[in-house]
């Protein structure tokens, strides 16, 4: 058997029809830019997260880069962040100019650190990117009330995180500002790339739309040098068709989740942490163990995709050598990037696959137990 750690053309073609019947509506009219389907679906997705204003761009990282613009973040500002989060979170922070603070991650559920967040507080401290991992809130309670005391703006990265819930409220609705992706693998995915910025504040929502299209206040008139960081018709005609499946293929995930768990209890490995109050989405499942290296050979020979997210944290990418940052502890960070391994998530997983890649992962786990035991 053949398993990918995730299969893209089996959420396409339940949808393949609808796909180009919307795809030639589109094309008919030729109306390819700054049309209706990026402006309702703008107002759906705002809805769906149970926030005020969102305002599509590009992609997360456009998103990500676009929320700090609109808060005025730049040379001089601090901006915290997990290390162990994809490379973009931090991108985004030092392309404002800003400096990036990296801090470590909670040993449970690998999202920021609170105390660690708490402790790299500084005068310069003006944002913080909590990264909701893997598809589990960030403790966000904690972190909003600090950082609403010390005047710090929260910017949540929610780019995995699309309908997942922090004590019954979504994912992007709880800082100033979130960043979403719709890149193709996120749980709610274009057929290319695509973002948004959600939030409840105005000023915000206006700026990213001014930024967005070039700074322009009305045809030939620049107020501000922006970008083009607009989101397209066709990305956003195929992010109107699946938004109402979010639910039911998120629930899937979580189906999914549970059937995972289940299986490898009682074996030699971790699996992903939930905290009460929380709903996961799920859009990353990664097991822990200290045999990682092994297992993962063992499952890719198999024919079982998987991935490690992340081998490289932040705080250890070349990348970051010219540009300003601090490093904090990184204990758990260091360690689970070693134990850390993906393994398929996708909501067309079916139980004849799910078994067979939990029989692989026990099987493993048992004929390394039996190898310890004689050696
Ligand atoms: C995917 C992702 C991004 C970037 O989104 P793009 O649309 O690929 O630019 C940012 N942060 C996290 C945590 C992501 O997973």
């Known amino acids: 058997m053949r398993i990918p750690l995730i299969d893209l053309q089996a959420g396409f073609r339940p949808i393949r029809e609808e796909v180009f019947r919307r795809f030639d509506a589109v094309l008919e009219t030729m109306q390819l830019l700054n049309g209706p389907n990026v402006e309702a679906f703008e107002k759906e997705f705002a809805a769906y997260c149970g926030s005020r204003h969102g305002v599509a761009v590009s992609s997360g990282t456009d998103a990500l880069c676009a929320a700090l613009w609109a808060l005025d973040i730049g040379p001089g500002d601090e901006v915290v962040a997990p290390s162990h989060t994809f490379f973009a979170t931090i991108e985004a922070i030092l392309l404002s100019g800003a400096t990036a603070v990296l801090v470590d991650v909670e040993a449970g559920t690998l999202t920021m650190d609170f105390e660690a967040f708490r402790a790299a507080i500084t005068p310069s401290t003006r944002a ?150 929380c709903r996961s989405v799920h859009h990353v499942y990664a097991i822990r163990t200290s045999k990682r290296d092994a297992l993962q050979d063992f499952l890719e020979r198999a024919g079982i995709g998987t991935g490690v997210h992340y081998k490289v944290p932040g705080h250890l990418q070349a990348a970051l050598r010219d540009y300003p940052h601090r490093v904090e502890s990184m204990t758990v960070t260091e360690s689970v990037r070693h134990e850390v391994l993906s393994i398929p998530m996708f909501p067309e997983l079916t139980d004849a696959q799910i078994h067979y890649i939990t029989d692989h992962i026990v099987r493993f786990l048992e004929q390394s137990t039996l190898h310890a035991a004689h050696a």
């Open 128 to 277: 913080v990117i909590p990264v909701h991992v893997y598809g589990h809130p960030a403790e966000m309670g904690p972190i909003t009330t600090l950082a609403r005391a010390r005047g710090i703006h929260v910017i949540e990265d929610a780019a995995q995180a699309h309908g997942a819930l922090y004590q019954g409220k979504r994912c992007g609705s709880l800082g100033d500002a979130s960043a979403f992706s719709f890149y193709c693998t996120k749980n709610l995915g274009a057929f290319g790339e695509a973002g948004m910025v959600t939030t409840d504040d105005d000023k915000v929502a206006e700026k990213v739309r001014l930024l967005r299209h070039h700074g322009q206040v009305s045809r030939y008139e620049h107020a501000k040098i922006g970008r083009n960081l607009r989101m397209d018709e066709l990305q956003a005609s195929v992010l109107r068709l699946r938004l109402p499946d979010l639910e039911r293929r998120n629930q899937r995930r979580q189906e999914i989740a549970a059937q995972y768990a289940a299986a490898l209890a009682g074996h030699d490995v971790q699996v992903p942490t939930e905290w009460s109050g």
